[in-house]
C-alpha cells in the first residue's frame, strides 16, 4: 500500500488555467506539507497542516491556495496558473509537527505552457 | 536563504567504489535528514542522525555528524549502479513547524 499517494502524477495545461493536486496519506500521520522542485532539483517547502490547521505559509503567491478536509487530505488548488508553476510538487507526512522524518509522495509534475 | 549546501553537486564513481558527500548547514539544529530522489520519482528517506549523535549506519550508509563545524557526511559504501540517484541532506526547523530545509542534493552517478 502506497503510504503517501498524489494525483495526478503529471499535469499539462495552459497559462491562466486553473487546476488542483491531491494528496493521501494513510500513514496515520497528523502533519502534511507541499514542498516544490525547481528545474534545478531544489526543494523549498510551501505550506505545512496539522490536524487541519495550517502551521506553514511561505511565501507563496495567493494564488496557491491549500486545503485539508481532514488530517490524511492535503489539496493543493492553483488559480491562474503561470509559465513559472512549472515544477514538480511533492506532497509529504509526518507523525506531528516538529522534527520528525518525513515521508514523501511521488511528486506531480506540472507543465505551464 | 538556503539552510544547507551539499559538495560535491556531483560525482560519478565506479561500481564498488565508495562514495562521499558532505553537508553544511547555518542554523543549530535537533537533527539531519538524508534523503534519495531516483530520477523522476519522489524523495526517499535514508536516515537521520540526532544533534547528539557523531556517527550513524545504516546498511551500507554511513552518516557523520559534526555540529561544531557545522557539518554532515553521508558514506556510501561499496556503491552499486542501483546507487545512482540525487541525495539531499536537510534539517528539520522545530520552532517553524518543522519544516525541512533542504540543500543542493548531490547527484551521484555508478557507472557499472
Known amino acids: 500500500d502506497t503510504a503517501v499517494s498524489q494525483t495526478p502524477k503529471y499535469l499539462v495545461t495552459q497559462m491562466g488555467n486553473d487546476k488542483s493536486i491531491k494528496c493521501e496519506q494513510n500513514l496515520g500521520h497528523d502533519t502534511m506539507y507541499w514542498y516544490k522542485q525547481d528545474s534545478k532539483k531544489f526543494l523549498k517547502i510551501m505550506f505545512s497542516y496539522n490536524n487541519k490547521e495550517l502551521i506553514i505559509n511561505e511565501t507563496v503567491p495567493n494564488r496557491f491556495s491549500p486545503k485539508s478536509p481532514d488530517k490524511a487530505h492535503l489539496n493543493l488548488h492553483i488559480n491562474s496558473l503561470e509559465l513559472g508553476d512549472s515544477a514538480v510538487y511533492f506532497c509529504?507526512?509526518?507523525?506531528?509537527?516538529?522534527?520528525?522524518?518525513?515521508?514523501f509522495g511521488p511528486g506531480t509534475r506540472l507543465l505551464v505552457l | 536563504s538556503q539552510q544547507g549546501e551539499e559538495d560535491p553537486q556531483a560525482l560519478s564513481i565506479q561500481e564498488g567504489e565508495n562514495a562521499t558527500m558532505n553537508c553544511s548547514y547555518k542554523?543549530?539544529?535537533?537533527?539531519l535528514q538524508w534523503y534519495r530522489q531516483n530520477s523522476g520519482r519522489g524523495l526517499v528517506h535514508l536516515i537521520l542522525i540526532r544533534s547528539n549523535e557523531r556517527e550513524k549506519h545504516s546498511g551500507r550508509l554511513r552518516v557523520t555528524l559534526d555540529t561544531s563545524k557545522k557539518s554532515s557526511s553521508l558514506l556510501i559504501t561499496a556503491s552499486r549502479a542501483a546507487d545512482t540517484a540525487s541525495y539531499f541532506c536537510?534539517?528539520?526547523?522545530?520552532?517553524?513547524?518543522?519544516?525541512?530545509?533542504f540543500g543542493q542534493g548531490t547527484e551521484l552517478s555508478v557507472k557499472p
Open positions: 542554523t543549530s539544529i535537533n537533527n
Open positions: 509529504a507526512s509526518s507523525q506531528d509537527r516538529g522534527v520528525w522524518t518525513q515521508y
Open positions: 536537510a534539517t528539520p526547523l522545530y520552532n517553524q513547524g518543522g519544516k525541512l530545509i
